[in-house]
């Protein structure tokens, strides 16, 4: 393990080292923002300044950006899709609003013949290819984890209504003037920075377990999951896809590190002391509750607020209003406004576990209790 944590912020430091002496042969970062200041900094097994991806840990980079267009005037929420996108309009669907895609109420999860890796790649695709489809659960009846679309259907949206490109205004506006190391759309410059995800380490028993606990090819996880697609594109084989990091795939195509994700929520509430890029009523909005109850696609309750995860669902010993973004192999990224921290972590190989991986718990509340103090 090499790299610093400020004075009182060691219990961090621990954490991670027994994560790592937990796990040989972790590969993993940890970064953290706690009064315009980088108390954390660290990284086992590759450097910290490695890119590697993050996948839908990079929303929070998309949830941002849409929040900053909202915030400015922008880009109205409540205007409803078709209005500006016509061919969305169908089935019912000429109700929704921004407002509705951003909290996965649109219903348009995947295609049941599912998707090509090439089609996976290509948010205009995806988007061309939902809008005119009939939602998988009657308009207004729930919500669910639209896992690989969200950005794509959010970014036709933002396009369709201010004419602006998401990406590019991520880039202006968030990533270029922080420098953030969290990328929708790698610079070719950048590939000898990148390491592919691998997967996780299992037991023959528990491949068999997760084998025997396999949704069926008709639920809505395996269709938002794009499983049992023919040929087969896992989550690790997207991730490392090179057209995929490349186009900037905006639900699970972000490459990124520790340092990158715990930047972008510093930037949002100014935790690294250059300034909040949300104002207070923006941040409230973001990190309250908007999709009460039950999660149609994965059975999480109360999971978002707009398009941020509700953080402290999973980790309830964070303030109230604390958002950010899960990701596949264990990744994280959060901002705890109450706290005023801000935090990243990325790890290459899965977890065991999925998306939260065991050891954010631990780091998170090393790092919450440092900053108490």
Do not use: C
């Amino acid at each position: 393990m090499h790299g610093t944590v400020a004075p009182g912020f060691e219990g961090v430091r621990d954490a991670f080292a027994a994560t790592a002496a937990g796990e040989p042969g972790l590969q993993a970062q940890v970064a953290a923002y706690v009064g315009g200041e980088r108390v954390v900094d660290l990284a086992v097994g590759l450097p910290a300044q490695t890119l590697m991806p993050v996948y839908s840990t990079g929303k929070g980079a998309v949830h941002l950006t849409v929040a900053l267009l909202a915030q400015d005037g922008v880009l109205d929420l409540d205007r409803r899709v078709a209005d500006d996108w016509p061919e969305f309009g169908t089935h019912g669907k000429d109700v929704l609003t921004v407002r509705d895609v951003l909290t996965h109420r649109a219903g348009l999860v995947g295609v049941p013949e599912r998707f090509r890796l090439d089609e996976l790649a290509d948010d205009a695709v995806l988007a061309a290819r939902l809008a005119p489809l009939a939602p998988a659960w009657p308009v207004g009846a729930g919500y669910g984890y639209h896992a690989f679309v969200v950005g794509a259907l959010l970014g036709e949206a933002v396009r369709r209504q201010t004419g602006l490109s998401l990406r590019d205004v991520y880039e202006r506006r968030i990533r270029a003037p922080r420098d953030l190391d969290l990328h929708l759309g790698l610079p070719e410059a950048l590939d000898d920075r990148v390491v592919d995800a691998q997967p996780p380490l299992l037991t023959d028993a528990e491949q068999a377990q997760r084998a025997a606990a396999a949704p069926s090819r008709d639920s809505l996880i395996s269709v938002a999951f794009n499983l049992d697609a023919d040929p087969p594109t896992d989550i690790v084989t997207i991730g490392n896809a090179p057209q995929v990091r490349r186009l900037g795939q905006t639900s699970a195509g972000a490459v990124g590190n520790a340092r990158g994700l715990a930047g972008l929520y510093a930037a949002a509430i100014g935790a690294d002391g250059r300034g909040a890029l949300l104002d207070d009523a923006s941040v409230a909005a973001v990190a309250a509750l908007a999709t009460p109850g039950p999660d149609l696609v994965t059975g999480e309750v109360d999971h978002f607020g707009l398009g941020f995860e509700r953080t402290q669902v999973p980790y309830p010993f964070l303030g109230a209003s604390a958002f950010g973004h899960s990701g596949a192999a264990g990744a994280q990224g959060f901002a705890d406004p109450e706290n005023g921290v801000a935090f990243g972590y990325a790890r290459r190989r899965f977890a065991a576990a999925g998306n939260l991986a065991p050891e954010v718990d631990a780091l998170a509340r090393a790092l919450g209790a440092a900053a108490a103090r």
